[in-house]
């Protein structure tokens, strides 16, 4: 959790580190290091994952900071959801009628029968 309290500049040094660790250990891995540099790769590798994770979550929420209240937003910031239901009438769409249909409806009123109990 402390890591996404960093700064970015932080972060962005700190990513650098770790690729050049990452660097260091495939050379040894390649010239026969020990085995506790190999073991190291997969833990190097994860912490490159956070990083980048991190910045990219800082990232979109700065985006989204910055479209908010905007008519148009880029495709990632917009909400997922389904095709069906993106593309779906609204409510006022639904319930729309035309002049035909009103005139329709008003001249021939929906029946109303009398059920004997």
Same mark, same amino acid.
């Given at each position: 959790?402390?890591?996404?309290? =960093?700064?970015?500049?932080? &972060?962005? !040094?700190?990513?650098?580190?770790? /690729?050049?660790?990452?660097?260091? $250990? *495939? +050379?040894? %891995?390649?010239?026969?290091?020990?085995?506790?540099?190999?073991?190291?790769?997969?833990?190097?590798?994860?912490?490159?994952?956070?990083?980048?994770?991190?910045?990219?979550? =800082?990232?979109?929420?700065? &985006?989204? !900071?910055?479209?908010?209240?905007? /008519?148009?937003?880029?495709?990632? $910031? *917009? +909400?997922? %959801?389904?095709?069906?239901?993106?593309?779906?009438?609204?409510?006022?769409?639904?319930?729309?009628?035309?002049?035909?249909?009103?005139?329709?409806?008003?001249?021939?009123?929906?029946?109303?029968?009398?059920?004997?109990?």
């Amino acid at each position: 959790h402390e890591i996404r309290t =960093k700064p970015e500049a932080e &972060l962005l !040094k700190q990513l650098e580190d770790l /690729k050049t660790e990452l660097a260091q $250990l *495939r +050379v040894a %891995k390649q010239t026969g290091g020990a085995a506790s540099k190999l073991c190291k790769i997969k833990v190097v590798r994860r912490s490159i994952a956070r990083v980048l994770t991190v910045l990219n979550m =800082k990232e979109k929420s700065n &985006l989204r !900071k910055l479209y908010k209240g905007k /008519k148009y937003k880029p495709l990632s $910031l *917009r +909400v997922k %959801k389904t095709h069906a239901q993106r593309v779906a009438l609204t409510l006022y769409e639904k319930h729309k009628r035309s002049l035909k249909q009103q005139k329709k409806a008003a001249a021939y009123p929906r029946k109303k029968f009398a059920v004997k109990m």
